[in-house]
């Protein structure tokens, strides 16, 4: 519903011209009504914009969308990681090619429905863009949108920064917008019933392979099914009962295909490494910096120190230890509301060892 409605930018006339863009990056395949690219979502773009009397357009970018966020996905998982593909949607679909998209058809900006706010600020002679949460804490996007920089912030309207979600929600009721009450799409968009493991079955470019479960002291308890079919934190589905505690997916091996099962604490990590780490503002610190980090959409921000390596990777280490980081996931760091930048997880360290 956010996405389509971006109701305080259309709520006063302007000379501006508006056209509200509808990604198409499935390709007509039926994702069910909830997602948000699906058909259902489509043609409620296309009420609204009757209702507000603007025009409407739908862009074709199903092949890149299949070759920048599906092949990705399932390629960070044959690698046994875990993706998260709204991070690569929005890199390389709404930010990349929608973007260049519309300033090659001459548009000034672009507005999404994302919860997060742009300030600009003149520093040492220059104008800086910089990128803060959403006001609406609980709805918060900036998690998503760490890779945006000084070439991409000029060009883009967050309206609905300022604004919580029910008073957006209120704002279409009182226009009457026939989206106001549209359920929130949870799942990931282009596998509608959530069974990411069939989704994963049917691609892969080669069958997952069966290999040991191992405790932390190198014990085979059992066999898994593939590592793409696990993620970090996963409790359920292991097949190991009758064990005298719960056990929990802590790591994986690749290199043995291996899957490695050990008690909750044993998903606490005190620090980790990212890759294709940028900074909103541009540049690479030459000291190390306190941050807040978060190191999926759904954590609360930790407090932490960030030491910089060389230029794309960083070292980042917490005041407390962090439970379930998991490499292939996002990694944002702020300082109070401002989002400084991010990258990819690609190991932890815990007891001296990286993983």
């Known amino acids: 519903?956010?996405?389509?409605?971006?109701?305080?930018?259309?709520?006063?006339?302007?000379?501006?011209?508006?056209?509200?863009?509808?990604?198409?990056?499935?390709?007509?395949?039926d994702v069910g009504t909830a997602a948000c690219c699906s058909a259902e979502a489509a043609a409620g773009a296309r009420r609204v914009c009757q209702a507000l009397g603007i025009?409407?357009?739908?862009?074709?970018?199903?092949?890149?969308?299949?070759?920048?966020?599906?092949?990705t996905f399932v390629q960070e998982y044959a690698r046994g990681r875990t993706p998260n593909p709204c991070l690569e949607c929005n890199r390389q679909i709404k930010f990349r090619h929608l973007l260049e998209r519309a300033r090659a058809l001459g548009f000034r900006w672009l507005a999404t429905?994302?919860?997060?706010?742009?300030?600009?600020?003149?520093?040492?002679?220059?104008?800086?863009?910089?990128?803060?949460?959403?006001?609406?804490?609980?709805?918060?996007q900036s998690y998503v949108l760490y890779m945006l920089g000084?070439?991409?912030?000029?060009?883009?309207?967050?309206?609905?920064?300022?604004?919580?979600?029910?008073?957006?929600?209120?704002?279409?009721?009182?226009?009457?917008?026939?989206?106001?009450?549209?359920p929130e799409s949870q799942e990931i968009?282009?596998?509608?019933?959530?069974?990411?493991?069939?989704?994963?079955?049917?691609?892969?470019?080669?069958?997952?392979?069966?290999?040991?479960i191992r405790?932390?002291?190198?014990?085979?308890?059992?066999?898994?099914?593939?590592?793409?079919y696990y993620t970090i934190g996963q409790r359920k589905g292991l097949g190991l009962s009758g064990q005298p505690h719960p056990l929990f997916v802590v790591a994986m091996d690749p290199a043995d295909n291996a899957l490695v099962v050990g008690p909750e604490q044993g998903l606490l990590h005190p620090a980790l490494q990212a890759e294709g780490?940028?900074?909103?503002?541009?540049?690479?610190?030459?000291?190390?910096?306190?941050?807040?980090?978060?190191?999926?959409?759904?954590?609360?921000?930790?407090?932490?120190?960030?030491?910089?390596?060389?230029?794309?990777?960083?070292?980042?280490?917490?005041?407390?230890?962090?439970?379930?980081?998991?490499?292939?996931?996002?990694?944002?760091?702020?300082?109070?509301?401002?989002?400084?930048g991010g990258g990819t997880i690609t190991s932890w360290h815990s007891n001296g060892s990286m993983v």
């Open 1 to 29: 519903m956010d996405s389509l409605e971006l109701i305080r930018g259309l709520a006063q006339p302007s000379p501006t011209k508006i056209v509200l863009v509808v990604i198409d990056g499935l390709g007509g395949i």
């Open 55 to 71: 025009p409407h357009d739908v862009l074709d970018l199903s092949r890149q969308f299949q070759e920048c966020v599906v092949r």
């Open 113 to 140: 429905g994302h919860y997060a706010r742009i300030r600009r600020a003149e520093q040492d002679g220059r104008t800086v863009y910089r990128l803060l949460r959403g006001a609406d804490r609980r709805k918060d």
């Open 150 to 182: 000084q070439d991409e912030l000029p060009h883009l309207l967050f309206p609905l920064g300022e604004m919580t979600k029910e008073e957006v929600r209120r704002e279409a009721e009182r226009r009457g917008l026939p989206s106001a009450r549209r």
């Open 189 to 212: 968009c282009f596998i509608p019933d959530d069974d990411y493991r069939r989704f994963l079955a049917e691609r892969l470019a080669e069958p997952a392979q069966p290999g040991p």
């Open 215 to 228: 405790n932390l002291a190198g014990e085979v308890l059992g066999t898994h099914r593939g590592l793409p």
């Open 277 to 340: 780490v940028t900074l909103v503002a541009g540049g690479w610190p030459v000291e190390p910096l306190r941050v807040e980090a978060k190191v999926r959409y759904r954590t609360p921000a930790a407090p932490a120190t960030l030491f910089p390596l060389e230029r794309g990777s960083i070292r980042l280490e917490f005041d407390q230890a962090q439970r379930a980081i998991t490499p292939g996931q996002g990694l944002a760091f702020y300082q109070g509301d401002e989002l400084l």
